[in-house]
C-alpha cells in the first residue's frame, strides 16, 4: 500500500506539504481532511503520479518507477477540473473510457469492456443518462458519471478528490456507501467532516502542510483537535453506534 | 450513422464527377465521356480530354487532398490544444511556409530549383517556424502556451512576409505573392500529387491508430497521464504529423483559411466527436466542401479565377459564426 516518507512540496517560496510521514491502510478508506489550502489536494495528487517524488512507495515499489500503464491499472483517480471539449460525448462513452488502461494499444474497446462499464453505470445511478451528452449534464450527474468511470478502471486503489461535491445529500450518501463497498483502499479528501466520521475506518487530518493526528474517526475527530484548527466550536456524540459531529 | 456515411459517399461520388466540368469553358459530362471513350476522338474531343486530363482532373483531386487534410489536422489541432477554436494554421505553421514562398516569388530563389522554389522555401519556412515553436514550448506540455508561442510565431513570420512583399520591386510580384497568400489550385499537376498523398494517408493511419487516444486527452491531460496515456510523446507526435501535413499543402496551394477550423465542427455535429467518428466524417465532407469552394472560385468570374482562401474565408465565416450560434445556444 501507499507509504509516504518525509514528502515536502513547495511552490516557490510557499511551502505546502511539510516532512508529511503517512501509510494508509489497505482494503480501508481514509479521509483526508483539514481547512482550505492545508496541502490535502497537493498530497493526492503526489499519490497520483501529478508530482514527481522519491518519498512515496506503492506496495513497497518507488511511484516514480511505476510506468503509466501498470499505474492506471492500480490507482484510479478522480479528478475535479476537466475539459470543455468532452461535452459533446455521451455519458456511456465516457464511463467506457475507463476501460483505457486494459485496452491493447492500437486495438478497440471489447464487448466485456462495454459490459463492465454497463454494470458500473448500473451501480452508480447513471444508466438512464447513458445516451445524454455531457454537456446537458448538472454538476452531480456529471460527477456521478466520473465516478462510475473511475470504478470501470477496476483497481486496487481509488483516489478521490472530494468527489462529493456538487452531490445533493441521497447522492453523497449513496456515494460514500458505495466507496465503503468498494473492496479496495480509497482514499478520499474531503470537506465534510460528518461523512468522515461516519464512513471512513481511517483519518488523515492536517494543518499548514503537516499531519497532525492520524488514526480511527473517534480518535481524530475530537474538540481539541478540530476547534484550533478549524477555529469554530465543535461537539460530539455517539448515536446509535455513530459518531456526530456538531459545529 | 451508416446512412449518414453512405450519403456523403454519394455526395462526393457526384461531385467528383459533376465538378470537372466547370472552369474557364464549360464541358458537360457526355462530351468528357464521349471525349475519353470515343475510338474516333476529334480534335476538338482530344484537347478536351487534354484539359480534363491534364488540368481539371489533377486539381480536383489536389482539392479533395487538401479537403482532407485540412479537416484531419483541425480536428488534430483542435484535440492536441483542447481548444475549439483551433485551426490547422494555428501553431504559425502557415505563417513560416508564407514567408518562405514569397520570399522564393519576390527575391526568386534558387536558379537550379526552377518550378520547384516555391514548394521549396514554403516547406523551409514551415519547418523552421515548427523547430522554434517545439524550442520555444520546450519540456512544457501545456496547450495554452502551445497556442500562445504559435500566436507570437505567426506575428513574427507575418512581419517578415509583409516586409519582403514591401520591399518587392515589380506590381507583377506583389501580385503573384498575394494570389499564392490567399490560397490557389491553379497550376496543380499530377506530379504534384503522389507525394501529398502519400502524406495525406499517412496522416489517416495516424489517426486511426491513435484515434481513441485522441478521446482520451480530450478528458484532460492530466487525467489523461492518470488513465496511462503517455500524454508528452503523443502531444508530440500530433504536432510533428500536423506540421508536416499542413507544410505539404500550404507549400503547393497557399493558405486556406476556415476549412480546418469549420469541417470538424461540421463533422462533430453529423457524426459525433469521438476520433473514429470525425476520422470518417471530416475527410467526407471536407473533401466535398472543398471541391465546391474550388469550383465556385473558377466558376464565379469565369475566365477570372477566385483566389480559394478568399472564397473558403467569404462562406466560411458566417458558416462558423452559425455554427458556433447553433452549437452553444443552450450556455450563457
Redesign the interface.
Given at each position: 500500500m501507499y507509504e509516504v516518507n518525509s514528502l515536502s512540496f513547495s511552490y516557490g517560496k510557499r511551502q505546502i506539504l511539510d516532512d508529511v510521514k503517512l501509510s494508509f491502510p489497505k482494503h480501508k478508506m481514509t479521509a483526508i481532511i483539514g481547512p482550505n489550502g492545508c496541502g490535502k489536494s497537493t498530497l493526492l495528487g503526489h499519490l497520483?503520479?501529478?508530482h514527481p517524488t522519491d518519498a512515496i512507495t506503492l506496495d513497497g515499489v518507488p511511484l516514480q518507477t511505476i510506468d503509466?500503464?501498470?499505474?492506471?491499472?492500480k490507482?484510479?483517480?478522480l479528478?475535479q477540473?476537466?475539459?470543455?471539449?468532452?461535452d459533446?460525448?455521451?455519458v456511456k462513452?465516457?464511463v467506457l473510457?475507463g476501460r483505457?488502461?486494459y485496452?491493447s494499444h492500437?486495438g478497440?474497446?471489447t464487448s466485456e469492456d462495454v459490459a463492465i462499464a454497463q454494470s458500473y453505470m448500473d451501480q452508480v445511478g447513471v444508466s438512464h443518462l447513458a445516451e445524454e451528452e455531457m454537456g446537458h449534464l448538472s454538476g452531480g450527474e456529471r460527477q456521478r458519471v466520473f465516478i462510475a468511470k473511475a470504478l470501470t478502471?477496476q483497481t486496487e486503489v481509488l483516489l478521490l478528490d472530494e468527489p462529493t461535491n456538487h452531490l445533493d445529500m441521497k447522492y453523497k450518501v449513496a456515494l460514500m456507501k458505495e466507496l465503503q463497498n468498494f473492496s479496495g483502499t480509497s482514499i478520499v479528501v474531503l470537506h465534510d467532516l460528518n461523512l468522515a466520521a461516519r464512513y471512513c475506518d481511517h483519518i488523515v487530518l492536517m494543518k499548514d502542510g503537516k499531519v497532525l493526528k492520524t488514526g480511527a474517526p473517534q480518535e481524530v475527530l475530537t474538540p481539541e483537535l478540530l476547534e484550533p484548527i478549524f477555529e469554530v466550536p465543535f461537539h460530539v456524540s455517539m448515536e446509535e453506534g455513530v459518531y456526530h459531529l456538531y459545529y | 450513422m451508416k446512412l449518414k456515411i453512405v450519403g456523403l459517399l454519394i455526395l462526393l461520388v457526384i461531385s467528383l464527377v459533376v465538378a470537372p466540368q466547370f472552369g474557364a469553358s464549360f464541358i458537360p459530362v457526355w462530351d468528357m465521356y464521349q471525349a475519353f471513350t470515343s475510338p474516333v476522338p476529334t480534335d476538338e474531343m482530344n484537347m478536351l480530354s487534354t484539359i480534363v486530363q491534364d488540368i481539371r482532373l489533377p486539381r480536383l483531386l489536389y482539392s479533395v487532398l487538401t479537403g482532407i487534410g485540412l479537416s484531419l489536422v483541425g480536428v488534430l489541432m483542435q484535440t492536441v490544444t483542447r481548444n475549439a477554436l483551433a485551426d490547422p494554421y494555428v501553431l504559425g505553421v502557415s505563417s513560416g511556409a508564407s514567408t518562405g514562398a514569397v520570399f522564393a516569388i519576390i527575391m526568386g530563389g534558387l536558379p537550379f530549383l526552377a518550378s520547384y522554389n516555391v514548394p521549396f522555401f514554403a516547406a523551409l519556412g514551415a519547418g523552421i517556424s515548427i523547430l522554434l515553436v517545439l524550442l520555444c514550448v520546450g519540456r512544457s506540455q501545456s496547450p495554452v502556451k502551445l497556442i500562445l508561442i504559435g500566436m507570437g510565431m505567426t506575428g513574427i513570420f507575418s512581419s517578415i512576409t509583409m516586409m519582403i512583399i514591401y520591399g518587392a520591386k515589380h506590381e507583377a510580384q506583389v501580385r503573384s505573392a498575394m494570389f499564392w497568400l490567399l490560397g490557389s489550385f491553379a497550376g496543380i499537376q499530377w506530379r504534384d500529387l503522389p507525394l501529398t498523398a502519400i502524406i495525406i494517408g499517412l496522416l489517416m493511419l495516424y489517426m486511426y491508430m491513435y484515434k481513441q487516444d485522441f478521446d482520451v486527452l480530450l478528458l484532460g491531460q492530466q487525467e489523461a497521464k492518470q488513465m496511462g496515456l503517455s500524454v508528452k510523446s503523443l502531444q508530440l507526435s500530433m504536432v510533428i504529423v500536423s506540421s508536416v501535413a499542413i507544410a505539404t499543402l500550404v507549400a503547393k496551394v497557399g493558405v486556406v483559411g476556415f476549412m480546418g477550423l469549420i469541417i470538424p465542427h461540421l463533422a462533430r455535429m453529423v457524426g459525433g466527436p469521438k476520433h473514429g467518428r470525425l476520422l470518417i466524417f471530416a475527410p467526407l465532407i471536407g473533401s466535398i466542401v472543398m471541391i465546391w469552394a474550388d469550383v465556385l472560385s473558377r466558376a464565379m468570374y469565369s475566365p477570372e479565377e477566385i483566389p480559394i482562401g478568399v472564397l473558403t474565408s467569404l462562406l466560411g465565416a458566417p458558416l462558423f459564426i452559425w455554427i458556433i450560434m447553433t452549437r452553444y445556444r443552450h450556455q450563457g
Open positions: 497520483s503520479q501529478l503509466g500503464p501498470t499505474f492506471s491499472r490507482v484510479a483517480v479528478a477540473m476537466h475539459d470543455a471539449m468532452i459533446d460525448f455521451l462513452d465516457i473510457m483505457y488502461p485496452k492500437f478497440n474497446y478502471q | -
